[in-house]
């Protein structure tokens, strides 16, 4: 398995060990949370995933949040790991 560097933008004074988690096999029969971050035209890019994930067998849940300039609220975070098991965050300009 090669290695792979992601870099956290949370501004951590220090560096935070995650392990990755296994990808699931396959998509069909599990639902994923779509988040919309709320910057101009993501809403597009998300229906477009949309139509390829319900294409796929996989159940879609839609998520927004209020402002791309803030992480999301801890509530709505809550509420997306508790009801989807992978999560696509999109965002475009």
């Known amino acids: 398995m090669s ?3 992601i870099l956290d933008p949370t501004g951590e004074r220090s560096l935070a060990e995650r392990a990755r988690l296994a990808r699931p096999v396959s998509l069909e029969g599990v639902t994923v949370g779509l988040l919309d971050i ?4 993501g809403n597009v890019f998300l229906d477009r995933i949309e139509q390829r994930l319900t ?4 159940n879609v849940k ?3 949040k209020p402002t791309f300039a803030k992480p999301a609220p801890v509530d ?3 509420e997306i790991a508790m009801e ?3 999560v696509i965050e999109a965002l475009a300009d």
């Open 38 to 41: 709320s910057k101009p035209r």
């Open 55 to 58: 294409g796929i067998g996989a």
């Open 62 to 64: 839609r998520y927004k």
């Open 76 to 78: 709505l975070r809550h």
């Open 3 to 5: 290695t792979r560097t």
């Open 84 to 86: 989807c098991q992978v």
